[in-house]
């Protein structure tokens, strides 16, 4: 097995995921696995919020003041998770796409201030997504990963 890391191109607005794996320059071949990280997913998709664009619920009030954290964070894990478990200071334990993840996997690293990525809506259907591209525009069978550092 040979782990290779892949340099690509941070955008800040949304754009095709298999095209920037293409400006790479990797010599993908078949078989290989691509692990792409959820983030670089979800910037794609465009999943890139503005925190001052949200509007804040009663319920997201009661929880942000509960947990001690942002109310704006607290609505957008409440809009993003199937469930929500329980909380810790500065976070809410969510169900996601049958995952438990922090806010749901929202995150606040690597974008502007007052910005977040969201987790992919639906990861496994951008995987496989992906994995088509390259069979039909390569004619290359490759195996796909979304992965997260959580």
């Not at 109310?71 to 796409?97: C, H, M, Q, V, W």
């Not at 977040?116 to 490759?142: C, D, H, M, Q, T």
Request: proline share 4%; charged share 25%.
């Amino acid at each position: 097995m040979e782990i290779l890391p892949i340099s690509v191109t941070v955008k800040k607005s949304k754009f095709d995921l298999f095209d920037s794996l293409n400006l790479s320059g990797f010599k993908f071949r078949e078989n290989d696995i691509l692990i792409v990280s959820s983030k670089y997913v979800s910037m794609s998709e465009g999943s890139v919020m503005n925190l001052d664009k949200i509007k804040v619920s009663k319920r997201a009030k009661s929880l942000a003041s509960e947990y001690h954290m942002s109310a704006k964070l607290a609505e957008l894990t409440l809009r993003e998770s199937d469930y929500i478990y329980k909380g810790i200071p500065g976070f809410l334990l969510a169900i996601k796409n049958g995952i438990i993840a922090p806010n749901a996997g929202i995150d606040k690293s690597n974008v502007p201030r007052g910005f977040v990525i969201l987790y992919p809506s639906k990861p496994f259907r951008s995987a496989e997504n992906l994995r088509r591209r390259f069979l039909v525009n390569r004619g290359i069978k490759v195996g796909v990963v979304i992965a997260d550092s959580r």
